[in-house]
């Protein structure tokens, strides 16, 4: 059974930074790309980043790109997102997924 789940949101400034993790069991993690989207409330779940599998190319959507980076750890079978420059637009919840399994997700609050 696969299982993903994340961890590492909680409540931050504007400024500050967070790191997320996302560990996954149940599949050869080294064999997947991983993604992670977030989503506001009130909004649809938007696509943020994502890191491919072997090659470790990267792509990040244009709301993130050159604040937030992902990486990944195959030994730990884990997924990282770290979060700079934080926006309170940028609170919502962050979900990771890998083919069609998701995360339970956790959330990211950014306020003052």
């Known amino acids: 059974q696969v299982q993903l789940a994340e961890s590492g949101g909680g409540l931050v400034q504007p400024g500050g930074s967070l790191r997320l993790s996302c560990v996954v069991s149940?599949?050869?993690?080294?064999?997947?790309?991983i993604s992670w989207y977030r989503q506001a409330p009130g909004k649809e779940r938007e696509f943020v980043a994502s890191?491919?599998?072997?090659?470790?190319?990267?792509e990040y959507s244009d709301s993130v790109k050159g604040r937030f980076s992902v990486s990944r750890d195959d030994d730990k079978n884990t997924a990282y997102l770290h979060m700079h420059d934080l926006e309170p637009e940028d609170t919502a919840v962050y979900y990771c997924?890998?083919?069609?399994?998701w995360g339970q997700g956790t959330q990211v609050t950014v306020s003052s």
């Open positions: 997924k890998t083919t069609a399994y």
């Open positions: 890191i491919h599998f072997y090659s470790f190319i990267t």
């Open positions: 149940g599949l050869t993690f080294k064999n997947y790309a």
